[in-house]
């Protein structure tokens, strides 16, 4: 188990153990790893990834964004998630990704069986999530998932 605090624009990545990564001021990456990990991005504008096992992960102030790779990620949940931040769901097909209002929370499944919940949001509030694959950003889908929802990839 890793337990860190990190200044401006640090790079952390934990172990296989249940990790807490808080990533305060700066522009941080921070990577979860194996297990259930606790994982803030803090002030700046973060890159934060849960890694395999499901976890908490925190955005904080900034424009975040969250990686989504599907063979990393297990039941996640994340907090702190505002109009500024960003769903990156990696190597996925948009066909394959759904988001519904599930009570104060919103379900994102991937067709993977994996799944992200953010907590005390709404769809229309979602902002952007974006499907990120090789054949670079091509806007596919706008509308009712939110207000500035987009899935972009190929198809």
Same mark, same amino acid.
């Given at each position: 188990?890793?337990?860190?605090? $990190?200044?401006? %624009? =640090? *790079?952390?990545?934990?172990? @296989?153990?249940?990790?807490?990564?808080? $990533?305060?001021? %700066? =522009? *941080?990456?921070?990577?979860? @790893?194996?297990?259930?990990d606790r994982v803030s991005g803090g002030l700046g504008d973060g890159t934060i990834i849960g890694g395999p096992g499901g976890g908490t992960l925190s955005g904080g102030l900034g424009a975040d964004d969250f990686p989504c790779n599907p063979q990393e990620i297990g039941i996640d949940q994340i907090t702190f998630y505002d109009a500024d931040d960003r769903l990156l769901f990696v190597g996925i097909a948009p066909a394959r990704v759904n988001a519904?209002?599930?009570?104060?929370?919103?379900?994102?499944?991937?067709g993977t069986g994996a799944q992200i919940l953010v907590l005390g949001t709404v769809l229309d509030d979602l902002g952007r999530a974006f499907c990120l694959t090789k054949g670079g950003p091509k806007l596919i889908f706008s509308g009712r998932l939110a207000k500035n929802l987009l899935l972009a990839g190929f198809v």
């Open positions: 188990m890793i337990s860190g605090f $990190g200044a401006a %624009g =640090d *790079d952390f990545s934990g172990d @296989g153990g249940s990790d807490n990564l808080h $990533g305060l001021g %700066g =522009d *941080d990456l921070l990577y979860g @790893g194996a297990d259930a519904e209002q599930q009570g104060d929370d919103v379900k994102v499944a991937i």
